[in-house]
């Protein structure tokens, strides 16, 4: 992997981006890019009307606008100062394909839910329709990024669909460029990468092309976090730096069972661990189990990609990072369960939380959405609240095939409330399942109130402070630490 270096020719400049796909990824990056190039116009498309209308909505009665499809920290604010400068939504995606010197695809890849490789595979036709489209309406020659995440070596079946059906005369150089944001501080990521990474062929034409790219960025980002690779090791990074992040959160996930049966605090031991340079501190908040729309989805595909290079041990080794997290979440309900009675039946549970993480209003895996599974099999009452979920997305979520077959119960059973104390009124037991910061400043003794008594909490994310809350009555479980074992030895 070299650090990014110019060539010595002139290059021609990028004027007009278009960005197929204008979701978590999509949207936020050519945002970003629009913001920080002001000389270059960025076109986001979609063929969902109703998400580029959301895009496109007017400011609220305060100026801000509140009905983007994303919700982002930061970003309302950039869309503000860009939309209709060098920003464009719409759905005209042919035009803006056409008026293009460089394409972002950046659709969705979620794994396959039916056929060869179901339950692994990226599903990939996202992908080729938009490269489809690009070659049936492309007059003049272009840069095609990919942006989404695809399994390694997908730039050359979209380099064979661009060749075979587009006009003759026209070139076609084909990118990897992986997103490495995180979803709740995206914006922050996009202005400050810790790298820029762009795979191209090692050929001239590769290598100007990626030279072409570079120059975007370099706008504001610094030279030397630009870095190229060949097209394979692009497309295989970003599979690989979000495998090694899930399993560093299963692996402390793993400790956290060890530290409830021992009476060891997995802060303390995470801290301990993280002190090591070589291990370093992040990515290892021990939680009710890791969510979102890419890292389940990216080790399936890995685990996929290793058994048909024949590599069964290497797929194994993988999907234990996905049999870890599905047994954490798993564990965690169980815990409710057990310790209020071994029978949540008719009990009245609150969830706070329902987004994967803080700062987002994204549910996709969500570790909350196989909680309320969870209860609501237990025939538990759950009440959910969460600042950023519309109801729609968490009823839509919670009667999804394969989460549930009866979608009147799920009517029945689960509620929304309009607030956290709202959820805790009558509750026997909180959950907390996203790390929100309100719930961390929660009237709690308001709650305790107005909860049924016992009264309990289940800190999935470990954002409460457990003394304070058991100093006003509460019982408390904190994921990843013991019951305060009073050891008669040391008595
Ligand atoms: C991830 C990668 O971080 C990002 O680089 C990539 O581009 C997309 O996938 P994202 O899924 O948006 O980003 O969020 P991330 O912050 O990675 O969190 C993923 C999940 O892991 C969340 O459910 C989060 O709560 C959980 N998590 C994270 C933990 O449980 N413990 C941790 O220490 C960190
Ligand atoms: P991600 O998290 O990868 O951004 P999203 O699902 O949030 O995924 O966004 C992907 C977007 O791509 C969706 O809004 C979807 O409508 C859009 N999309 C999918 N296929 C096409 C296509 N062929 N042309 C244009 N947009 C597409």
Same mark, same amino acid.
Request: charged share 20%; with cysteine; hydrophobic share 40%.
């Given at each position: 992997?070299?650090?990014?270096?110019?060539?010595?020719?002139?290059?021609?400049?990028?004027?007009?981006?278009?960005?197929?796909?204008?979701?978590?990824?999509?949207?936020?990056?050519?945002?970003?890019?629009?913001?920080?190039?002001?000389?270059?116009?960025?076109?986001?498309?979609?063929?969902?009307?109703? !998400?580029?209308? =959301?895009?496109?909505?007017?400011?609220?009665?305060?100026?801000?606008? +509140?009905?983007?499809?994303?919700?982002?920290?930061?970003?309302?604010?950039?869309?503000?100062?860009?939309?209709?400068?060098?920003?464009?939504? +719409? &759905?005209?995606?042919?035009? $803006?394909?056409?008026?293009?010197?460089?394409?972002?695809?950046?659709?969705? &890849?979620?794994?396959?839910?039916?056929?060869?490789?179901?339950?692994?595979?990226?599903?990939?036709?996202?992908?080729?329709?938009? &490269?489809?489209?690009?070659?049936?309406?492309?007059?003049?020659?272009?840069?095609?990024?990919?942006?989404? %995440?695809?399994?390694? !070596?997908?730039?050359?079946?979209?380099?064979? /669909?661009?060749?075979?059906?587009?006009?003759?005369?026209?070139?076609?150089? /084909?990118?990897?460029?992986?997103?490495?944001? =995180?979803?709740?501080?995206?914006?922050?990521?996009?202005?400050?990468?810790?790298?820029?990474?762009?795979?191209?062929?090692?050929?001239?034409?590769?290598?100007?092309?990626?030279?072409?790219?570079?120059?975007?960025?370099?706008?504001?980002?610094?030279?030397?976090?630009?870095?190229?690779?060949?097209?394979?090791?692009?497309?295989?990074?970003?599979?690989?730096?979000?495998?090694?992040?899930?399993?560093? *959160?299963?692996?402390?996930?793993?400790?956290? =069972?060890?530290?409830?049966?021992?009476?060891?605090?997995?802060?303390?031991? $995470?801290?301990?661990?993280?002190?090591?340079?070589?291990?370093?501190?992040?990515?290892l908040r021990a939680s009710v189990g890791f969510?979102?729309?890419?890292?389940?989805?990216?080790?399936?595909?890995?685990?996929?990609?290793?058994?048909?290079?024949?590599?069964?041990?290497?797929?194994?080794?993988?999907?234990?990072? /996905?049999?870890?997290?599905?047994?954490?979440?798993?564990?965690?309900?169980?815990?409710?369960?057990?310790?209020?009675?071994?029978?949540? &039946?008719?009990?009245? *549970?609150?969830?706070?939380?329902?987004?994967?993480?803080?700062?987002?209003?994204?549910?996709?895996? +969500?570790?909350?959405?196989?909680?309320?599974?969870?209860?609501?099999?237990? !025939? $538990?009452?759950?009440?959910?609240?969460?600042?950023?979920?519309?109801?729609?997305?968490?009823?839509?979520?919670? %009667? #999804?095939?394969?989460?549930?077959?009866?979608?009147?119960?799920?009517?029945?059973?689960?509620?929304?409330?309009?607030? =956290?104390? #709202?959820?805790?009124?009558?509750?026997?037991?909180?959950?907390?399942?996203?790390?929100?910061?309100?719930?961390?400043?929660?009237?709690?003794?308001?709650?305790?109130? /107005?909860?049924?008594?016992?009264?309990?909490?289940?800190?999935?994310?470990? *954002?409460?402070?457990?003394?304070?809350?058991?100093?006003?009555?509460?019982?408390?479980?904190?994921?990843?630490?013991g019951p305060e074992i009073?050891?008669?030895?040391? +008595?």
């Amino acid at each position: 992997m070299l650090p990014f270096s110019a060539p010595d020719q002139a290059l021609a400049p990028i004027r007009r981006i278009c960005c197929v796909g204008a979701g978590y990824v999509g949207g936020p990056t050519c945002t970003v890019i629009a913001l920080n190039c002001p000389s270059i116009i960025v076109t986001i498309v979609d063929v969902n009307p109703d !998400r580029i209308a =959301a895009w496109n909505s007017p400011p609220d009665e305060e100026g801000n606008l +509140s009905n983007l499809p994303v919700y982002e920290p930061g970003l309302a604010e950039v869309v503000k100062q860009c939309r209709g400068r060098n920003l464009f939504f +719409s &759905t005209d995606i042919d035009a $803006a394909i056409e008026q293009a010197d460089l394409v972002f695809v950046s659709v969705n &890849t979620p794994t396959k839910k039916s056929g060869m490789g179901a339950g692994f595979a990226a599903d990939l036709h996202y992908v080729e329709a938009s &490269t489809r489209r690009i070659a049936a309406v492309s007059t003049s020659s272009k840069i095609i990024v990919e942006k989404s %995440t695809v399994p390694c !070596r997908t730039a050359a079946s979209m380099r064979t /669909i661009l060749e075979s059906n587009s006009r003759p005369g026209l070139r076609f150089d /084909i990118l990897s460029n992986p997103e490495f944001l =995180a979803e709740g501080t995206a914006i922050s990521d996009l202005q400050n990468p810790d790298r820029v990474l762009i795979g191209s062929l090692d050929t001239s034409a590769g290598r100007i092309a990626a030279a072409r790219l570079a120059s975007v960025y370099e706008h504001w980002v610094p030279q030397y976090r630009i870095y190229t690779t060949g097209l394979w090791s692009s497309e295989l990074s970003k599979l690989a730096a979000n495998a090694l992040l899930a399993q560093r *959160i299963s692996s402390v996930n793993a400790m956290a =069972a060890i530290c409830e049966a021992t009476g060891a605090d997995v802060n303390e031991v $995470a801290h301990a661990c993280g002190l090591d340079a070589r291990i370093g501190p992040k990515f290892l908040r021990a939680s009710v189990g890791f969510g979102g729309s890419c890292f389940q989805k990216d080790i399936l595909n890995l685990v996929y990609l290793s058994e048909s290079l024949n590599l069964p041990q290497v797929a194994e080794y993988w999907k234990q990072v /996905i049999t870890m997290n599905e047994w954490s979440k798993t564990r965690f309900s169980n815990k409710v369960v057990s310790t209020l009675f071994n029978t949540i &039946t008719e009990k009245r *549970i609150a969830v706070l939380g329902f987004a994967f993480k803080k700062n987002t209003g994204d549910t996709r895996e +969500s570790a909350a959405i196989t909680l309320c599974r969870n209860f609501r099999q237990e !025939r $538990a009452k759950v009440v959910i609240y969460d600042p950023k979920v519309p109801q729609s997305q968490i009823y839509l979520d919670l %009667t #999804e095939p394969g989460v549930v077959d009866d979608r009147e119960a799920v009517r029945q059973q689960v509620t929304i409330a309009c607030s =956290a104390l #709202e959820a805790c009124a009558g509750a026997e037991a909180v959950v907390i399942a996203t790390e929100w910061d309100e719930f961390k400043h929660l009237d709690w003794r308001k709650a305790y109130q /107005i909860m049924s008594k016992p009264a309990f909490v289940f800190d999935g994310r470990g *954002i409460v402070d457990a003394k304070a809350l058991r100093a006003i009555g509460f019982k408390v479980h904190s994921v990843g630490k013991g019951p305060e074992i009073v050891d008669p030895i040391w +008595s």
